[in-house]
């Protein structure tokens, strides 16, 4: 074909066939593309250079050494304000993924129980789910956020209104306060197992980090018991269905299976000596427990409500792509109408939801650099605010942030994307 | 790869275009107005009146540079920056002075390459809290949740404050005045920090003032100034110059209505005559016309009078003259000679 | 039948009998809510759930209209209006409308002009939105608006707007004129007339700055909402040419230029757009002439336009993909070179296919531009944020200015995605 519409010339090359021949075209775009490119970055380079500031002030990584000399509220790794910038910055990191994962379970959740539900038969609630989709995708996640901070910060009683013989405000339960600071949660602690504190010492007391390795390893034993337990419970369901199998009557598993649950974690907690720790009101604030900060709370609950709107929209396309005729095949063979769903319409929507939920999820995790809005210490708020403001080096911050966010961006639908081909359609 | 070799190529013909970086002089000159960074909005010292007319006393250092370098103290293009912006707007040239109630420090002097060309305002940190919280000290909110604004020099000497006198505290960070306002005043936090002046300022905006007050502990130095890029002498002169000037002439008791009379003839004390351009040269000596400094008094008053008329007693602020009276009265403002 | 039956049948009626109405139970309301609210027992608590639900909402909704006052001047005045009887105290937003619409900078009797131009819009809009409805020439309104536009909002000479579409108007008569003896000869001429047609008319602007001149306002004196309106439009606008670009880019064989593509896509996709504010806000400004005076709106005007054109680029990629091979192979067949079966074949479908995925992009990045009040831009959430909260007369006052807020977003938005809605199904030419 080549040939045909470009003849090869007797007469050799010619300058004008970087242009009109087909061969050397694409050589002569490159080129000029490349060129353009250079003249482009160059000219934004050479701007650089010659701003009298940064050509003083230069690039240089070294502050992340310096002390960053403030404080953070929310320390997922022990910190002072004597620590790093770069160990802020840390801290910040988590604090993101610690957001992050949160509304990604809460969204998932919150999504599924409105893409589910507005399908459902019932009008009323059909209706109300459609609201609510509605309402959540066209507002911007920003004035989600700070609204709920808003009113978080002014509906809420203060710690103070906890005070005194008769106070206006007391905690659910007698454990749990929720306060215009944020909630505070009772928090479990071991008096027992490895390096445990004894009952009698407030869980405050003692060396922390030597606390906080041996919480953490009774933590791991509780996760392996309960990993212990799903494994055996997937033994039970395995046998049962080779029963099924061979002899037709699935036998009953549910009270072993309940059994095989709750029994072990149970003991293992009564043996470790697990205890709660009451948040109680003490000088300016309550002290003790777990502290979920109004920050925290506002950033969690707007991107999970806003974005579950996003995934109940995904779920219902899943649903209704999967054609009727599914449905009713299952119908014929006698299933019944909950079996229809978790085993013949719900694996197939799967491969239809999962790829939008895994961009939503990317979403999330980049929404919650909105976090600076409310003052949630996460990346965004550590080494994109304080210690970018305290330093001055904006470009260095700057450029590190958006590394970050790539890297995890990247990685995440790298991950996921292993994971949607290993669900996607087998085609042979 | 690409980008490395093209920065290598490209730094050198910058670093030989770079030797002749435009004076900020010419710029403002060629332009015909003052780009000047200022607050959002505190008020008192940087705030837009009812008719959207930028009004304050670091304002008043803006209009007395555009009076003294163009003439006209109206020829100010206000540019509100935060915390965060306030530095690069002042490094890649978006504003020629930044007069944004900003602390001299050592690292911002240094490391970042500014030149902070005098002190307009001796300030020190401090705290407001609710007179209901029953805290007659700082050494007593071990404990308390307090509101700060991030991105400034407060942020660090808080945290210093607390760890020196081995308290706790839980920092809750804010990005400006309004939304320390709101989380404040719903109580979201115990203790509002920052700058007295700014503390002061605020506290009279408040629903109820007589409700909160300042507790007595200045916790650190705030000399606040204006500042210019580094490496640029000449613009560093004149705005550190019309700022002396306007000190000398509240010293020798020049004043925004008296001034243009004193002007026009050489009375009996010479640093006044050169001051006001009736005696010598000063005004060709920074490169400006010999009225620069009568300009800018008359624009917007000698020091004392920008600060009554902004923060003084008789204002709403109602701060006090303390460190920030003249030498002659017991306070730091001292203007250096003028000859 | 009757026939045959006659004789069979001892008794035949000879009329039909009035249908009869269904039983009570299975007629009319009660039929309707028997099926659709308590079809079973789960679906009828799932209603009486959804009905305290919806009590809950009204009882705390209904009040705050309906108690709500519009008068007063400050929040304390307005509660003293209300006596505590729980209604809405409006008045904020009608002495602060002004200032959600335009912010505070805006000169007050300029606020006609972005007012005309915002109307303006429902004239230039349609043709775009309705294109297939409308005679094509009424294009020709939309092609004109946005330099009108630009004239009514930032004031200053009509020559500058007016060489602006000079120049693109005679960009491309050359690039028509040229193009037979090659597309990139036309493409090359277009831009060099276009270009020598802004730099003429840029210096004749500059001479005649005082022609049919309408006060000029600077960028940083934009604000509340029409800040937003103004971010959303121009962004979208701009990215869509550089969409289609990097989307056909993406798909090329050169490896220089796909490899800038989706190096560029891919790291703009993922980044938060709130780190390219930032970009705009303290980095940009190192990488731009120190005397070009770009200002902040500029610069972010700038990062949004970059962030916008990835997303769409990647919409159009889709439309791109989802084109059967043959339309390729069918361009290629008739000897069409790759520009002109790009323009003449394969971008009508693409764009055509692209068109809701591009809606839902602009709507997502309309609500985006909300995020600029974090680097103290004052739009319509900066404003709230910041000058409104913190004014001593409307301290305390939260409820009445986001339901505003949210209102206003609400209304564009759904606005925008009913619209697309209604297109996919316009669009919707195979059978399902």
Redesign the interface.
Known sequence: MTTLSDPPHADGFRLSLLVRDKRYRSYTFQAIALIA??VF??WL??NA?????????GIDFGFLADPA?????QQPIPY???SSHLRASFIGAINTLIVAFLACVTATVFGVFAGVLRLSNNWIVGKLMALYVEMFRNIPVLIWILIIF?IS??VLP?P?AFRGDDPEASPILGVAALT??GFYLPRPYFTNGIGAVPDDVPADGGAPVAQEVASIANWLIVLAVFAASFLAVRGVNAWATKRQNATGRRPSTFWTNLGLWFVPIILTLLILGLRWEVPEL????F?GGILAR?SLIALWFALSIYTGAFIAENVRAGILAISRGQTEAAAALGLRPGRVMSLVVLPQALRIIIPPLISQYLNITKNTSLA??V?Y?DLT?TLG??T?????R?LECVLLLMAFYLVFSLVISAVMNAYNASVALKER | M??SV??G???A???A??GA??ATLD?VQDRGSLNCGVN??VPGFAA?DAN?EWQGFDVAICRAVAAAVLGDPNAV?F???????R????????VDLLARNTTWTF??DT????DFVAINYYDGQGFIVPT??GVSSAEE?????ICIQ???TT??N???Y??VNNMS???????????A???F??????VYTTDRSALASVRV?Y?SPDDYKLLPEVISKEPLGPLV????SEWGDIVRWTYFALVAAEQYGVTQDNVAEMATEAGDNPEVNRLLGTEGELGAMIGLESSWAENAIAAVGNYGEIFSRNIGEESAVGLERGLNALYTEGGLQYAPPFR | MSDTHAESVAFVRESVIPPAPPPAKEAGAIRWMRENLFATWFNAILTLVALYLIWVLLSGVVPWIVNGTWQGSSL?ECREILQGNGGGCFAVLRERWPQLLFG??Y?DYLRWRPVLAFFLLFVAVPPALFVMFLPRWTLIVTAIYPFLAYWLIWGGTILTPLFAALGVVAGYLAFSFTERRGFVLGLAAGVVTALAVWWIGGLLAGEFSRFLRLEAV?S?AMGGFMLNLVLGIVCVSLSLPIGILLALGRQSSLPVVKGFCVVFIEFVRGVPLITLLFVA???L??FLP??ANF??ILRVIIMITLFASAYIAEVIRGGLAALPKGQYEAADSLGLDYAQAMRLIILPQALKISIPGIVNVAVGLFKDTTLVSV??MFDLVGMI???I??S?AW??IYWELWAAACLMFFVVCYGISQYSQWLERQLQTDHR
């Open positions: 490119l250079f970055f160059g380079a050479s250079i010659r701003n009298p500031v940064l050509q003083q002030a000399g403030y404080d953070i509220n002072t304000s004597q808003t910060a002014n203060q103070s215009n600071r003490r000088g300016f604030n002290q109004n600076i809005a003052g210490m708020g605010g304080i970018l403001n305290q330093t001055g904006a | 690409k980008k093209l920065l190529t490209v730094a013909a910058g670093f275009a770079a970086s435009a710029d959002t909005g837009p959207g293009n540019i509100s920056t935060t915390g965060k912006t530095f690069t707007a002042l490094a890649s040239g978006e690292s911002r490391d970042l390459k500014f209901a919280l909110l071990d404990g308390a949740t991030t991105g400034t942020e660090l808080l945290a210093d607390f760890r505290y839980e920092p809750v960070p804010i990005e400006n005045e309004a939304e306002r709101t989380q005043l719903a109580g979201a936090c115990d905006t629903p890029r580094h490496g640029d | 304390a505070f900078q000169p600077v940083r806000n303290v980095v400004a190192f120190p005397d200002d902040l680097i103290s944020r910041g000058p909260l913190a001593t301290a305390g």
